[in-house]
């Protein structure tokens, strides 16, 4: 007894540390209090219920310390309650809802306020019910769902109450599931099971579906009225709730690969128009990427010194920048190594290959080999629930978006602008491009600006889902060669079909292979594709093949 | 290049081989066994405080230099004489070291750390039961031996065998035998595989019977390492002087000529890249004991790629060119990442742009041009001379 008295105080010094008293509602606290102390176990029990409903932020501690048998009356004053808790030795005689200490007091002045089970059952219930009729939306989500978890039927009536008088929709739908959660297990009427039953079909998700198989369980052994038609109806639930978890699990990983997709989209494409336009192999390619994921990193910490009211919008400034940084660096790159390099496709790897080692280790020299962390702006963190137990978050959305803007700017300027003329002149034929008196030198350094730009993009994105360290392209590189292999070159929309089914067979294939083995399978896969394609799908036709 | 000789039907192959030897490659030949001479008189009989000694830790080292020219070598003899450049060559080598690790591990017997006679350190740790039915037959050296040969030529003629019947060829094979070692590095990561995940294989203890601590088989290694140098050196000078080299060569300049007149070019080219990757995977075997480990980082693309600048740097299409860029790079990779750790990235990458924009025809093929250039320069200026004093 002592040991339990011991456990018990030390959890409400720890209740009492959590909720502050407050004096504001003292008062009426006061008077709710000083109901337990009645002689009858009905009004103790109707004070309790009083109490739990009066939204007081003391409640909690007082109904625990009731069912503990800490609470006391003062002998000669019959409506004062007090709460005695035994701190080192010593007793500490408070008052309840004030924290205010009598040390006048001693324990011999007291008696101790007795409970019996319906009292019991009625803290029990009353504390449930404060927090599911707590002020916060949240905390009487949470409260429902522990209800829901728990499956206690004492909490039936109190929430079928509730119920009726709860305004916000999403804690209403919360209520109805765990109502019908109670009503299916401990409830007795057939027509109420069943359609306990309909509306946990169709609330669906993870939870519901242990519920309905427990509740399966327990139907077969049970031999109630119309236990086996009820029975029948959990088991087409559980079906139901069944399809529609795969569904969700297949829009997920359709989700999934569409961002994996647009990742390697906004990686690969500007590699495509590399290769198309000039056949050139770029192997830093992934360094632009990097540079502009770094643009990112260096415009917010420049944000955060000199401008920090426009944080938030840091990454939408980095946008363009990444692209002219990024395509400085391209320009400065094709000007400096490739264009002494044409017709040599293979020694441009190479040579490309060495910049990318080069620029790795000037990145790394000046912000150092740790990862730099790109924080999320605030319009773009969380997630939006579309039903429940299906989310998508907006960073990803936004990347899927962003990916196809980029695309769509991208086919704007090949087909409505001269520069988007001249480019696919020369992809097409670049000796008859040359004699119809488009420069070509200029041509192949604006393209690889544009593409480097692009990359420089992508980084800006990339920073939003990886981590900014010099080894960013590297991760990325091989997969986006892998697209434009597979999607073929010179044609975004094979750049797009490739991204995006590599994408999401990678993501259908992970929940049976694992992440390694899928992208094993996915590498093995288009290294026989190309096989059959040896120029991808959406391949050049024409002269500009054998070149 | 010399012509071939008829008078191969007169001494025999081999001697008309060693006749014939192109240009440097006699030098070549003399440098290198010269070399290794001198590292065992060295190493063995000249005292330690000497300075002509040479220690057993620099023997080690310069036989996995060896390892790596006799690994360029297989890169020179696909890149520089039928013009596939293959991404992918450390994929080869690799699996011959696994192939040789293998062997080793099963030498280690009881004595690792949890003294399991029947099962491998990894495995034990990763609670297997059994031996994995690919790991049967490498107590045995001869067929680990083989094995160092067959994956890897396995390996190649499939790979090669779809990618050159559909004629993928210049960017588009480097590529896919860029991802097809991507592949391999993720696949040899997982644990699940049975070759050691991560960690790879080490704590090699004996090669057949062999301490492989021992002063006596470090050199025995080293010197293995030369043979198998000069036997591939001359393998491949063998194939290259032939009339099947001849083909390859014409593949390279001009493969839809070549398939024109009447060669199946698929052919010339899955041969060529299937002794390739032996050679390769060879290299890889006499590697790790050498260095005592194999881990799943050596199939990474950034390794071969670094291969063929060995190649480009030394002189592609010279064979000895490869084995020189090998060395060269490979010494200054040692020596720079312990001085100045910082700058190896940075001359790494210039070398592979300066060697493709100022030496594409690398150092063996760019000095001699050097050299005839400056004389012409000379003699032009001496008959300028010449001429203004008359």
Redesign the interface.
Known sequence: MRTHTLIASVLLCFLAICTRPTPVSADSAGELVSGIAQKSFSKKAAAVEKLASSGNENAALILNALMQGNLYRVKTDSTRVVLVLSEEGSLKISDPVTGAEFPSLTKSDLKKIRINNKVRSAIKAGLGRLDLTHIDPDRRLSAAAAVFKSGDPTMLPVLEELLSKEQDEHVKSAFKIAVASLQLINGQDKKIRLKAVETLQDAGGQEVKGLLSKAALQLATEKSEGSAEIAKAVEKALASVDRQLATYGMVENLFQGLSLGSVLLLAAIGLAITFGVM?V?N?AHGEMVMIGAYTTYVIQETCRLYMPGVLDYSLIVAIPLAFLVSGLFGILLERS?IR??YG????????T??????????V??IFGPTNKEVSTPSWLSGAWEITSGLSVTYNRLAIIVFALLVLFFLMLVLKKTLFGLQMRAVTQNRMMARSMGVRSASVDALTFGLGSGVAGMAGVALSQIDNVSPNLG?AYI?DS??VV?FGGVGNLWGTLVGAGSLGIVNKFLEPYSGA??A??LV??A???F???R??GLFALKGRSV?G | MPALSNNSTEKGPFVSLLADLPGGGKAFMGILLAATLYIIIGNVWIPADSFFHVPTYMVSLLGKYVCYALLALSVDLIWGYCGI?S?GHGAFFALGGYAMGMYLMRQIGDRGVYGNPDLPDFMVFLNWQELPWYWFGFDSFIFAALMVMLVPGLLAFV?GW??F????T???F???T???T??LL??F??NDMGFGGNNGLTDFKDILGFDLRADGTKIGLFCGSVIALLVGYLVCVYITQSKFGRVLIAIRDAE?RARFTGYRVEFYKLTVFVISAVLAGIAGAFYVPQVGIINPSEFS??NS?EI??WV?VGGRGTLWGAVLGAVLINWGKSYFTGALP?AW??M??????F???VL?KGIVGTVPLWAEKIKRRIALKSSAADTGVK
């Open positions: 056949g192999i192997m190594v002494f390099l040599r496709p293979l020694e441009t790897l190479l040579a290959w060495g910049i990318s080692l080069i620029l790795q280790q000037f790394r020299t590297q091989i060669f892998m292999v390694v083995l992208k094993i590498l093995v288009i290294i026989l190309i096989q059959k040896p120029r054998e | 450049l991404l790979f779809f990618a019947r559909s004629r993928v210049g960017v588009y480097s590529i896919i860029q991802a097809m991507y592949a993720l696949a990561f997982r839809s693309p950034a790629i063929v600048i480009a910082d990235l940075y790494l990458g210039g070398l592979f742009v060697s493709t924009l594409p």
